[in-house]
Nanobody, 120 residues
């Protein structure tokens, strides 16, 4: 089994910063892409940022220049550093990973989400 545990959400004022963390554990052979998605009330889930196993990154236009995704391959962790937060960043943020299990099965896994609330 594979487990994803997010942390770091909370309430912050506009202009502030937060760092989200996601720990991946379980029967992992190799983690490929790691990413963060978000879903605001009444809206579809959207990609925020993702990072390949080699460190290549991509971002949603709405967060470019403000958010930075990083990963620690030794610890099976992925982070999202969020700066200059805006009220429209308020969402539940979900960690997502694509990995190979020890049984060599390729799977996508999701965390349960962490709430980020940005007050104006």
């Amino acid at each position: 089994q594979v487990r994803l545990m997010e942390s770091g959400g909370g309430l912050v004022q506009a202009g502030g910063s937060l760092r989200l963390s996601c720990a991946v554990s379980g029967s992992i052979f190799r983690i490929n892409v790691m990413g963060w998605y978000r879903q605001a009330p009444g809206k579809q889930r959207e990609l925020v940022a993702r990072i390949s196993s080699g460190g290549s990154t991509s971002y949603a236009d709405s967060v470019k220049g403000r958010f930075t995704i990083s990963r620690d391959n030794a610890k099976n962790m992925v982070y999202l550093h969020m700066n200059s937060l805006k009220p429209e960043d308020t969402s539940i943020y979900y960690c997502n990973v694509n990995l190979l299990t020890v049984a060599r099965e390729g799977m996508d896994y999701w965390g349960k989400g962490t709430l980020v609330t940005v007050s104006s």
